[in-house]
């Protein structure tokens, strides 16, 4: 029954390693999104994408990159991963062209890059 | 449940002209709480976040206050610009991963 579900709920990693989040919604929404949460509880967007467009938040590093396989999902790969990639990560959903309050959020990644 | 809108659903002011844009919460028992702004067809742009300790943020034009007692948080921008219209959102988060999203407030800032 979960609308937005991401995998795996915890990540613990060591610096340099490659690793992916995955994230799959049931909603049959169009437009899905990856949000970083800092350790201040900051959240900011990282990518918005639907079948036609992706939009890459410029501040994001290239070593962080979208796969979509198909419209329900997608999943965040971070290759090279550093320290201060440690945080929370959101991914959401909603129609394109909806509003903020009609985004749906996953329940969030914690990853700990040591 | 928490319920958070915002009033004015829409708004429209000459550029130059200091504008407010409110926010309010049902519980008070909050984390914190964030100001968007969302432009057509884009994700969500973070503004300010204000941590429940806190009474006000402030970044550029924008500063961002928090009466926790009251469940209300306004947004004000100085000296509107035509570049900030967009549709802006408050967002209360609780302490737990939970994204409570007001009901938006359009803004046009006429040239």
């Known amino acids: 029954d979960t609308a937005v579900s991401q995998t795996p709920k915890y990540l613990v990693t060591q610096m340099g390693n490659d690793k992916s989040i995955k994230c799959e919604q049931n909603?049959?929404?169009?437009?899905m999104y990856w949000y970083k949460q800092d350790s201040k509880k900051f959240l900011k967007i990282m990518f918005s994408?639907?079948?036609?467009?992706?939009?890459i938040n410029e501040t994001v590093p290239n070593r962080f990159s979208p796969k979509s396989p198909d419209k329900a999902h997608l999943n965040l790969h971070i290759n090279s991963l550093e320290l201060g990639d440690s945080a929370v990560y959101f991914c959401?959903?909603?129609?394109?062209?909806?509003?903020?309050?009609?985004?749906?959020f996953g329940p969030g990644t914690r990853l700990t890059v040591t | 449940k928490q319920e958070v809108t915002q009033i004015p659903a829409a708004l429209s002011v000459p550029e130059g002209e200091n504008l407010v844009l409110n926010c309010s919460f049902t519980?008070?028992?909050?984390?914190?709480l964030q100001w968007f702004r969302q432009d057509p067809g884009k994700g969500l742009t973070s503004l300010l976040l204000?941590?429940?300790?806190?009474r006000e943020q402030t970044s550029g034009r924008l500063n961002a206050s928090l009466d926790k007692s009251s469940g209300r948080s306004t947004l004000y921008i100085a000296a509107s610009q035509p570049g900030d219209s967009a549709t802006y959102l408050c967002?209360?988060?609780?302490?737990?991963?939970?994204?409570?999203f007001g009901t938006g407030t359009s803004l046009t800032v006429i040239p």
């Open positions: 909603l049959g929404h169009d437009t």
């Open positions: 204000i941590q429940s300790s806190q």
């Open positions: 959401a959903s909603s129609l394109r062209g909806a509003g903020g309050r009609e985004q749906y």
């Open positions: 519980d008070s028992a909050i984390y914190n």
């Open positions: 994408y639907n079948n036609k467009e992706l939009i």
């Open positions: 967002a209360v988060k609780d302490t737990g991963n939970q994204f409570y």
